[in-house]
């Protein structure tokens, strides 16, 4: 048995586990030569989270783990600002990757909204 989960709450966890999944790779690939690649293998788990949580949730999470992953991974480390041409290229893959997996495969709205 399922218990319903307000769609508010839905998406902040979803938002939750997209932040926290993004730190933690941020603490894992830190000071190592693949970080470039990170935010694009990031797109699939995004993609999974959108499919269950919803592409707000998946939105959402796209654009934080973006940030955090050019704050914490890429020098310089404690700014935004990224000094690699290639990992810039990557965040803006992750953040357009994200957005389109989210609002394309998040399953549809249920309830009466969606038979209007």
């Given at each position: 048995m399922?218990?319903?989960?307000?769609?508010?709450?839905?998406?902040?966890?979803?938002?939750?586990?997209?932040a926290?999944?993004?730190?933690?790779?941020c603490?894992?690939?830190?000071?190592?030569?693949?970080g470039?690649?990170?935010?694009?293998?990031?797109?699939?788990?995004?993609?999974l989270?959108?499919?269950?949580?919803?592409?707000l949730?998946?939105?959402?999470g796209?654009?934080i783990?973006?940030?955090i992953f050019?704050?914490?991974?890429?020098?310089?480390?404690?700014?935004?600002?990224?000094?690699?041409?290639?990992?810039?290229?990557n965040?803006?893959?992750l953040?357009?990757?994200g957005?389109?997996?989210?609002?394309?495969?998040a399953?549809?709205?249920t309830?009466?909204?969606?038979?209007?």
């Open positions: 399922r218990l319903p989960v307000r769609p508010v709450l839905l998406t902040a966890i979803g938002v939750a586990i997209l926290s999944g993004a730190a933690l790779l603490v894992i690939f830190a000071g190592r030569g693949q470039a690649v990170v935010p694009i293998v990031f797109i699939v788990i995004i993609t989270v959108a499919i269950r949580c919803g592409a949730a998946g939105m959402l796209a654009l783990s973006a940030v050019a704050y914490f991974l890429y020098k310089p480390l404690g700014a935004v600002s990224v000094d690699d041409p290639a990992a810039r290229m965040l803006a893959w953040v357009l990757g957005l389109a997996c989210s609002y394309l495969l399953p549809p709205k309830g009466p909204q969606r038979h209007r």
